[in-house]
């Protein structure tokens, strides 16, 4: 199944997104009452807790939200920001090294962190390179995980490859197939729905492998819908797929996990020849803006993708001293995964209570369903000064909106100028 034209898959594209903050009048909630007095009726009876009616009748309003890197009077909840900000320790490391500027970096601090933090058997990292290979593991850095998502595709589009994804996604690799295939080259960007659960559709992935296929992703978390696949069922798909397939799991979110007996795949990408795991500094610690990201696999995998990196000047000489001291901040992941959990609850309630349906989620987003189509909702969010994501465009989920965890007062201020916009 592959698109026919291409989308903007970026995590900051407009295409899906209001033309400017000003919208349409607001829309009518009729639609969305059946749910909503469900809700309302388990309020009264005590089902929520006394903080959580009192957050959502608070009424605090957008103009009360001053967050931290926004103008006062925004409220930004449509790219999974980190609402407490950076972490503390990354940013004494950035004022430490403010008069570095002038220089390119060429230490082995960051490398070294992420070996310590995974225990990585890779003895001595080069300062003078972006990855790190020990026997047998091997590391690699990138410019945020969307570049190493682009490295990824092009590495498996050589040579008139096809490449599968599902749908919804954050899409960076199917967008690179779609423009390689729109300038002419032989490629293939396949595309498998998601299941109603929001999950990955495993054996739909299984069925579209090719002979041609060199690459299949699965995010986990899942973006858009947060939604989260057991280990053992990931691990069966990799243990039924094709050796000459190499399967990526995107974990950008999995700091947010609920499920305490949940196993990342880390360990399986030290063991494994054709699994990679991806993670970035961007969400739980806090360095959206300073992109950083990086990759665990072989060291046979790295080598083959390295060729396609930015490579060593792809570096950031603060945002390397940002992420390696952001990865030893503990405190700070406790304090982001514990504001994300606290915002889900009390946004699933508070969307349910208006007549959404919302995807359990283990990430510092929820996926709202609203029974109809959601653009002239997110347009009039807009023109309240709130910005949520439509789930329209390159998600293929006309009905759907995708509101990032924002602060206590951020999430309290996108529920008081949905209410409006709904009634």
Known sequence: MTSSKRPDRSEHSRQDLPDSFHGDDPVSRRDFLKGGLASAAALAAGTHSPETVSAQLSGRQPADVNSVGLP??????????????????????????????????????????????????????????????????????????????????????????????????????????????DAGYEVQARRSPVLPDGNHDLEDLRNQIGDRTGLVIICNPHNPTGALLPHERILDFIDRVPPHVLVAIDEVYVHFVRDPAYRDFIQVAK??????????????????????????????????????????????????????????????????????????????????????????????????????????????LWSRKVMVRAGAGQWASPNHIRISTGSREENEAFVWALERTLG
């Open 271 to 380: 063991e494994r020849e054709n699994v990679i795991v991806l993670r970035t500094f961007s969400k739980v610690y806090g360095l959206g803006g300073m992109r950083v990201g990086y990759a665990v696999a072989h060291r046979d995998v790295i080598y083959r993708l390295a060729p396609f990196s930015m490579g060593l000047l792809g570096r950031n000489v603060l945002s390397v001293h940002a992420a390696a001291a952001a990865m030893g901040d503990e405190d700070h992941v406790r304090r982001s995964r514990q504001a994300v959990w606290d915002g889900n609850d009390f946004l699933t309630a508070a969307l349910e209570r208006l007549g959404a349906r919302v995807v359990p989620s283990h990430a510092c987003f929820l996926w709202a369903d609203f029974g109809r189509e959601t653009q002239r909702i997110v347009r009039t």
């Open 72 to 181: 006062p009077g925004r409220v930004r909840l449509a790219f999974n920001e980190n609402p407490l900000g950076a972490s503390p320790a990354a940013i004494e490391a950035v004022l430490r090294h403010r008069d570095w500027m002038n220089r390119y970096d060429y230490t082995t601090t960051l490398q070294q962190a992420i070996i310590r933090h995974h225990d990585l058997d890779i003895p001595r990292p080069s300062g003078f390179d972006f990855k790190a290979t020990g026997d047998r593991h091997g590391l690699m850095l990138g410019v945020g995980t969307t570049e190493l998502l682009q490295i990824l595709a092009l590495q498996a589009l050589m040579k008139n490859g096809e490449i599968v994804e599902a749908l919804p996604s954050y899409g960076q690799v199917t967008r690179v197939g779609d423009e390689l295939r």
